[in-house]
């Protein structure tokens, strides 16, 4: 079963919108509560290709949609650079989750701890 946001825009709140000069954490002027975007038709191609895992990772069944969960989960791929002393610096894959900073305890939501650690499993080929 696809899934659709409805009146979810969540995502247009915590994430950065650079086509816009929206900064991330600042509502979207565009958003319009519970009826998405003013602009939805002509919308930014950031907006257009930008896509949370609740909405298609086909894993994340068991998760809340985000303005419940009061968390989204990117899908875009991201690295943090680690260096340990005397050994050459690793890149390591990570998994971006944007806090509902009025809800900052939502992490703890325990199917979050049970994807992410699905992710890192796969990931590493567990």
């Known amino acids: 079963m696809a899934r659709e946001c409805g009146s979810c825009t969540l995502c247009c709140k915590l994430l950065p919108v650079p086509d816009l000069n929206k900064l991330a954490g600042a509502r979207c002027a565009h958003q319009r509560t519970h009826k998405g975007c003013a602009i939805y038709s002509s919308k930014p191609f ?22 419940r969960s009061r968390y989204v989960i990117d899908i875009m791929p ?9 050994e ?4 390591l894959p990570v998994l971006q989750v944007w806090i509902d900073p009025q809800f900052p305890d939502a992490h703890r939501d325990p199917a979050l ?14």
């Open 113 to 126: 701890r049970a994807y992410i650690e699905r992710v890192c499993e796969r990931e590493n080929g567990m």
């Open 78 to 86: 991201d690295f943090v650079t680690m260096t340990y002393e005397n």
């Open 46 to 67: 950031s907006c257009e290709m930008w896509s949370c895992a609740w909405l298609v990772d086909d894993d994340a069944g068991e998760l809340r949609r985000p303005d």
């Open 88 to 91: 050459p610096p690793r890149r």
